[in-house]
């Protein structure tokens, strides 16, 4: 069994920036793809952004490409999710997952098995 924590977001202005962090329990992290999605209100959960196990493949959704970064730390068990020059349709509540076991970059929600709470991101006009 896989637990997943998200933490870091909150209220921002427009183009502003947001670390979300993600740890994740036990000894499978380093097996695991990781990836974030978000669901903004009345709309369906879209995908955001994955990695791959070792974190050299990353990929994302052509709406945050150039502003968002992930990364992993296996050391760690944690998964992050760097945000820059946030927009008012970023505002969502961002969903960490992961796919295990799976080495490859995902971006498929069904095939993730593993996912957190959410945590909410609001970005002001």
């Known amino acids: 069994q896989v637990q997943l924590g998200e933490s870091g977001g909150g209220l921002v202005q427009a183009g502003g920036s947001l670390r979300l962090s993600c740890a994740a329990s036990g000894r499978t992290f380093s097996s695991a793809a990781m990836g974030w999605f978000r669901q903004a209100p009345g709309r369906e959960r879209e995908f955001v952004a994955a990695?791959?196990?070792?974190?050299?493949?990353?990929t994302y959704a052509d709406s945050v490409k150039g502003r968002f970064t992930i990364s992993r730390d296996n050391a760690k068990n944690t998964v992050y999710l760097q945000m820059n020059s946030l927009k008012p349709e970023d505002t969502a509540v961002y969903y960490c997952a992961a796919s295990i076991p799976r080495r490859t970059v995902v971006t498929e929600e069904r095939l993730y098995n593993y996912w957190g709470q959410g945590t909410q991101v609001t970005v002001s006009s």
């Open positions: 990695v791959s196990a070792s974190g050299v493949t990353t």
